[in-house]
């Protein structure tokens, strides 16, 4: 399976931005798919997940600012960011996996996109 990110940007406080995550490949309808990001000076943090049931959960840092959707063919999933901070700056990466037990751990996921950049400017 292989996943691309994209979307990413220079934004502005408060604004929204919507990135995606295409998979291709060897892709199953019931993989798990999350975010992640890597802010500089800060750990790798759990985003958000959707479940292959489309189940989603999300860290309590973004919790009602994100939403993840995922498109009816399960193969490109979506994280829209709405009233974004400035502590919102990262590198962001999509990652996949099948039945995760812990989605919120990154060790979990057996697939990784390449990350794009956000940039929330105050």
């Known amino acids: 399976v292989q996943l691309q990110a994209s979307g990413g940007g220079l934004v502005q406080a408060g604004a929204s931005r919507r990135l995606s995550c295409a998979a291709s490949?060897?892709?199953?309808?019931?993989?798990?798919m999350g975010w992640f990001r890597q802010a500089p000076g800060r750990e790798f943090e759990f985003v958000g997940v959707?479940?292959?049931?489309?189940?989603?959960d999300y860290a309590d840092s973004v919790k009602g600012r994100f939403t993840i959707s995922r498109d009816n063919a399960r193969t490109t999933m979506y994280l829209q960011m709405d009233s974004l901070k400035s502590e919102d700056t990262a590198i962001y990466y999509c990652?996949?996996?099948?039945?995760?037990?812990?989605?919120?751990?990154?060790?979990?996921?057996?697939?990784w996109g390449q990350g794009t950049q956000v940039t929330v400017s105050s």
């Open positions: 490949g060897r892709t199953r309808s019931n993989l798990d």
């Open positions: 990652a996949a996996g099948a039945s995760l037990t812990n989605y919120r751990r990154s060790i979990m996921y057996d697939y």
């Open positions: 959707i479940s292959g049931n489309g189940d989603t």
